[in-house]
């Protein structure tokens, strides 16, 4: 069960009808780890490290068993949360932008290239389009990159490309 950014352990009451169990709707909502993912991401986005995670939270007591709260359980549900907030990114359509230029451009992170593409509108407002990583800021990237908008209704024939 989660409660206060960490998993506690509890006795699960069994119900049985018949000869199989019935899930109990009360321990099924507070048995969701969605609430864990999301303290986990907002307190690592607030800087709070992986390390540092567990002295982030408030005293549970001596009685509650925790799990959830090591180095590594809370690095996996960032990098869970991030790149599934980053697929629905890379997913959501563009054809409601007014796009009347497109840049590209690489920044190497440690041993990757990411390359991104940013559009701006014709208010001048910059729109973050894309991301994509690479061995290098080459043209398989920048082409799988542009691929990717295209997929997603970035009009090929705006002012931005004429």
Known sequence: MVLGGKRITVKRPRVRSGTHEVALP???????????????LEQVLLGVSARRYHSSLEGNGSCLRVRGTSKSAVSRRFVMATA??????????LDGLDIVALFMDGIRVGDHMVVAAIGVDSDGCKHALGIWEGATENSAVCQVLIDNLLSRDFPPTSRCCS
């Open 26 to 40: 009360t321990y099924e909502h507070f048995k969701d780890s969605d609430p864990l993912t999301k303290r986990v």
């Open 84 to 93: 599934e907030r980053i697929a629905e990114w890379m997913a959501r359509p």
